[in-house]
Structure formats: structure tokens, C-alpha cells
């Protein structure tokens, strides 16, 4: 059977590339491990049809394999998940697929929206790190999003539910997945990123990474809207411990809005002899939040340490685990994908498809919603 004549090296970056080990990538490929260690050592080479299996399980262009060197790859968005000194990793194959994604949907709405005469949106880098203060960021955005009251019901997901569409009313793309665009193979790393923001004068995006848990999206989201706002697009992780200037104001920002400093001391009680958990739930009520955003801005705040900060929030991130592996069902799979491409988005694109000015295949391309179901799609999910 003819042989590939691929270039060994290259195996050797797809598959680190994708993170994955030499036994990992051999048990994908269903090889010994001995073979395909030859096949990146260049002492055999692989049929065309196992170097094609290379390239789709390493998630690589079947044509990578035949280059004399890795591609150049751009930097997608700043990097802004450093903590202190510790450097993190590069990017993985799943973030920049899921940037790249990200971005494919973003131009194509940019181009609609000035087709359609729309004008430049008037919030999108209007604050900076010099000129204002937290505090100023987080009630202009509130006075803009229409919620400078807040409700008198309601939990923290449904407070979520509520920030989401008032964000994509203001113009802002919210986009929240839990994995690259479909692939229940390729799940997002927590521990890598929480969420990015891709500013644009037409159509700034927001994405948030749903494997973190549900108590946390929030803050996220607000943190990455703050972005927004500072016209400064990045990869956040949001952390407390973040040193980065532009990361610790999106971090103030959003418990600004969450949780106003003045009100919440107010409520808190900062008896020694009081466990403070007893009060996150009372707070979290007369908040709309999640336990998560009253213990960081119980931290923020220095009312708790990180002693007490850490273990908690662990808690919550292993809950969360726990429940989805019991969870029996999930949402609609059209009600799922709408929310990871935006309800904004979608119901453009679609209704641009349905009306023949684009086509169908690049439609599944951008949305994920095979053509067959696209119609169904249109009017079962997106009236919603």
C-alpha cells in the first residue's frame, strides 16, 4: 500500500500540539505505541490513509503534515491569564480553534451589520484604566444596559439569564460553550480560561467557557463585558490572584456591578464568633448572585482571606462536576446551540439563509446547525 512520505517531525508537533501523549494518540489511531514511535522517528512511514487518521485525530489540515517546518501561528488575542510571575502554557489546540470560531462569526456579522447601514456602537472603548474608576465603569454600564435598578426577585441564573439579553440588546454577541464548536471529544479547559472578549466598534463578542461552573459565569460574564467597555480584547481568567492592571479593574468592575462595596458592607456581619458562610446565602438572595460572587467579594473586600476563599470555591467547582455527572438530561440540542453562537447572531444569520442571501453550507459552518434542521432551527429555537 503506497506510503504517505509525510514528514515525521510533523507528526510529532501534531500530536503535542493537540496534547496528547505517544500512548494517547497510538490508542486514538489504534497502533502500538511502537509503531508510531518509528512513524515519528522517520524509520517507517504511514499509508495515506493512517497519515489522513493522523491529521483528523490531532485535529490538524491533512497538508500540515507534508511541511518542512510547523506554521507560524499569530498570536489570536493577548494573553491575560498570567498570575504574578508564574508564566501559563501556550494556548491549546481547543482555545485557538474555539478564538478562531469565534472570530469566523464575528466577521461575518460585522459585514451584515454594515450592510444593513447599521452605525458603530457608542460604548466600545469609551472608558480607560487612567481616566476612570471602577465604580464609574460599573454604573455607566449599568445606566446603559437599562438596569440601574436591580430586581426584587429572582435567583442568580435567572439574574444571568437577564444580564445576557440585556447585553445583546446593547449589541454585544454573548457566546457560551462548553466545548469546540460540537465536539463532545473536545472539551474546554477550566483551568486554562474562563472567558475572552473581542471588542469591535459593530460587533463586539463576549465568550464564556461553560465548563466552569454555573455560580461563576456570572462574574465572568461582567468581567469580560468590562472589557467591552475598555476596548481591550483578551483571554482572561479572571482569577483574584490576576496582577495585570487591566485584568484587577474588569475584576472590580464586575463585583462593583454585582455587589456594590457600600451596600455590601452594610450587610455584612463581621462577627468573629459568626461562621461567615451562614450569611453568603441571605446576601446571594438580596443580591441576585450566586454564593460564588458574595465569598469573592467578601474577598475583594479583605472581609475573608484567601484561607477561607479557596476551599470554598473549590467546593462549589466540584459540585458542579459531581452534579453533571448525575444530571439525567440536558437542554434541547437547538436551545444548546443557540446559546453558543449568540440568539443575536443566529437569528441574523439564519434569517439571511432562509431568505437565499447565504449559503446553506456556510451556515453550518458558522452556526453548527446542519441544513436539514436549519429551518426548524429558525422556528422552534429562535422565537424563543
Not at 45 to 65: E, M, R, S, V
Not at 157 to 177: C, F, K, P, S, W
Not at 179 to 208: C, K, Q, W
Not at 300 to 311: F, K, R, S, T, V
Amino acid at each position: 500500500m503506497a506510503k504517505a512520505m509525510i514528514n515525521p517531525q510533523m507528526i510529532r508537533w501534531a500530536r503535542e500540539r493537540a496534547g496528547l501523549s505517544l500512548g494517547e494518540l497510538a490508542a486514538k489511531l489504534n497502533q502500538p505505541e511502537e509503531k508510531l514511535e518509528r512513524w515519528e522517528d522517520g524509520q517507517e512511514q504511514p499509508t495515506f490513509k493512517q497519515a489522513q487518521t493522523i491529521a483528523h485525530k490531532t485535529y490538524q489540515p491533512f497538508g500540515y503534515l507534508f511541511l518542512q517546518q510547523p506554521p507560524k501561528e499569530d498570536d489570536l488575542l493577548p494573553d491575560l491569564r498570567t498570575i504574578g510571575d508564574e508564566p501559563v502554557p501556550e494556548f491549546s489546540i481547543n482555545l485557538r480553534d474555539t478564538v478562531h470560531g469565534t472570530l469566523a462569526r464575528q466577521d461575518w456579522y460585522r459585514d451584515y451589520l454594515m450592510e444593513q447601514g447599521t452605525e458603530q456602537l457608542d460604548f466600545v472603548g469609551t472608558v480607560s484604566l487612567e481616566s476612570h474608576t471602577p465604580e464609574q465603569t460599573a454604573g455607566t454600564i449599568k445606566d446603559r444596559l437599562g438596569l440601574t435598578v436591580r430586581r426584587a426577585n429572582g435567583d442568580f441564573d435567572d439574574y444571568l439569564r437577564t444580564l445576557i439579553q440585556h447585553i445583546e440588546d446593547a449589541g454585544v454577541l454573548v457566546m457560551r460553550n462548553s466545548m469546540v464548536g460540537n465536539n463532545t471529544h473536545r472539551l474546554l479547559d477550566i483551568s486554562e480560561f474562563r472567558g475572552f472578549a473581542v471588542t469591535d466598534d459593530y460587533a463586539p463578542v463576549i465568550f464564556i467557557n461553560t465548563q466552569d461552573a454555573p455560580q461563576a459565569r456570572l462574574f465572568t460574564l461582567l468581567h469580560e463585558l468590562a472589557h467591552i467597555w475598555l476596548g481591550q480584547s483578551g483571554v482572561s481568567d479572571a482569577s483574584p490572584q490576576n496582577s495585570r492592571a487591566v485584568e484587577r479593574f474588569c475584576n472590580k468592575v464586575a463585583a462593583e456591578f454585582l455587589a456594590p462595596a457600600d451596600e455590601f458592607s452594610q450587610f455584612w456581619n463581621s462577627d468573629p464568633d459568626r461562621d461567615w458562610r451562614d450569611q453568603v446565602p441571605e446576601l446571594a438572595k438580596h443580591f441576585h448572585v450566586s454564593h460564588w460572587v458574595i465569598a469573592r467579594r467578601a474577598l475583594e473586600l479583605g472581609l475573608i482571606n484567601d484561607h477561607a476563599y479557596w476551599p470554598y470555591v473549590r467546593e462549589i467547582q466540584r459540585a458542579f462536576q459531581n452534579n453533571k455527572k448525575n444530571q439525567d438530561g440536558a437542554p434541547p440540542p437547538g436551545l444548546l446551540q443557540k446559546h453558543r453562537v449568540s440568539p443575536r447572531f443566529a437569528k441574523a444569520l439564519t434569517s439571511e439563509t432562509l431568505s437565499g442571501r447565504v449559503l446553506y453550507r456556510d451556515a453550518w459552518r458558522l452556526t453548527g446547525v446542519k441544513p436539514a434542521r436549519l429551518r426548524q432551527f429558525a422556528e422552534k429555537e429562535l422565537q424563543r
